[in-house]
Nanobody, 115 residues
Framework: QVQLVESGGGLVQPGGSLRLSCAAS????????MGWYRQAPGKQRELVAR???????NYADSVKGRFTISRDNAKNTVYLQMNSLKPEDTAVYYC?????????WGQGTQVTVSS
């Protein structure tokens, strides 16, 4: 059993920044790839960033150059640094393994980008 808890979301103006955290109940990041996903109302959930156990990363084209995924294995935490935020980044952000494990989905954290 693994629990993933997302935090760090909030309301930010366009062009602003947020740093999201994903805390795991036990150490898994040295073994599994992790991803940040987001889902906006009426839209499908999409993978926006992933980090492999090796440390290699990938990003969706829509966020590349603006978002950075990282992890701290000692803290069992994955981060998503989001810069130059745009209104279209508004969504609930989730973390999970990549590919996702159904039982790992948490509550997510709301990110709202609005002026």
């Amino acid at each position: 059993q693994v629990q993933l808890v997302e935090s760090g979301g909030g309301l930010v103006q366009p062009g602003g920044s947020l740093r999201l955290s994903c805390a795991a109940s036990r150490s898994i990041f040295s073994i599994l790839a992790m991803g940040w996903y987001r889902q906006a109302p009426g839209k499908q959930r999409e993978l926006v960033a992933r980090i492999y156990s090796s440390g290699s990363t990938n990003y969706a084209d829509s966020v590349k150059g603006r978002f950075t995924i990282s992890r701290d294995n000692a803290k069992n935490t994955v981060y998503l640094q989001m810069n130059s935020l745009k209104p279209e980044d508004t969504a609930v952000y989730y973390c999970n393994t990549d590919p996702p494990i159904a039982g790992y989905w948490g509550q997510g954290t709301q990110v709202t980008v609005s002026s």
